[in-house]
């Protein structure tokens, strides 16, 4: 598994009026002048590209409406492509993205050849598996479809929690970062798994027996965080934060951008509904906590 290729990139234009949002001019190369383009912007603008799922445009608009009364044009993309927001913030085509978690920006990173870092850490949040046809691991039967991240960051998440819930039992020496099905040393009821885009797994998760899924994605299509089968606790999320995240040099290079992200704390709400009063934006603490390696 690798996250290395470059499917096409679709994006709607959800923020408007003011917002000078970058055309989506074509697909392929972003060096070769097609894909993504942000444009040049001015001293004053803000370039950013984000997911357009629903937990990621709130403290996106509240970013936007905030930095634009202190005199900043935002200009935001949304995509559902989770390649190349990484290639259009290392070429310079926007100054920040905010899509991933940073144990799959370490994996990126390490597939790419690429340096991009996390200067902010946003909010984690626990997935787990989930079906609609069953009620409980238990009841899952020979030969189930489960469908996991392609990803190699996040297919391990649902693999350690098949893990935990006895349905397989994998190689305990490997991190979770870093496990695969090939790490699945005892498979008893002979599951299948399909392997899939991390923002695809709504789409499927009728046609399966089981999925691993992040609770802001299924909350999509009306799946609610206490339908899950097995979720991760908090710890296990924690490595898993997702971040604002720019190419190296960003912070000191852009001082004045950087200062103009760090919005104020305010209270926030997760899928499930519990009040969460972290900040929008942490700054990021250290190198080396921004991408531990183990444990979106």
């Known amino acids: 598994m690798s996250t290395s290729s470059a499917p096409t990139l679709s994006r709607r234009r959800v923020l408007s009026g003011s917002l000078g949002l970058a055309a989506l001019l074509g697909v392929g190369s972003l060096t070769s002048g097609c894909g993504l383009l942000g444009g040049a912007g001015s001293a004053r603008t803000l370039r950013l590209v984000v997911t357009e799922n629903a937990p990621f445009q709130e403290p996106t608009q509240l970013a936007e409406r905030i930095l634009e009364a ?3 044009e935002f200009d935001a993309t949304y995509v559902t492509d989770i390649i190349q927001p990484n290639h259009a913030v290392s ?3 926007y100054d920040v993205n905010f899509f991933q978690n940073i144990s ?5 990173n390490e597939d790419n050849d690429l340096d ?3 200067i902010f850490f946003m909010f984690e949040q626990p997935s787990g598996i989930y079906s609609q046809g069953y009620d409980s691991l238990e009841e899952i039967p020979e030969g189930a479809q489960i469908a996991l991240p392609v990803d190699t960051a996040n297919n391990g998440r649902g693999i350690r929690l098949l893990a935990r819930g006895g349905l397989i039992e994998i190689d305990e020496s490997k991190p979770v970062a870093a496990l695969s099905v090939r790490d699945i040393t005892a498979n008893p009821k002979n599951l299948q798994f ?10 499927i998760y009728s046609d399966v027996d089981a999925v691993f899924g992040f609770a802001r994605l299924l ?7 206490e339908e899950v089968l097995i979720m991760e606790s908090a710890e296990e999320a924690l490595p898993f934060a997702l971040a604002v995240c720019a190419r190296p040099g960003f912070r000191d290079e852009e001082p004045e951008r950087y200062q103009a992200l760090k919005v104020p704390t305010t209270p926030r709400r997760s899928v499930s509904g519990t009040a969460n009063t972290s900040t929008v934006c942490s700054p990021r603490p250290s190198t080396e906590t921004s991408t531990p390696h183990g444990s979106r």
């Open 70 to 72: 202190e005199g900043w």
């Open 219 to 225: 909350a999509e299509i009306d799946v609610l965080p």
């Open 91 to 93: 070429n310079g085509e």
């Open 104 to 108: 799959y920006l370490r994996q990126f």
């Open 194 to 203: 399909i392997e899939v885009d991390q923002q695809s797994v709504g789409q």
């Open 116 to 118: 991009i870092e996390p």
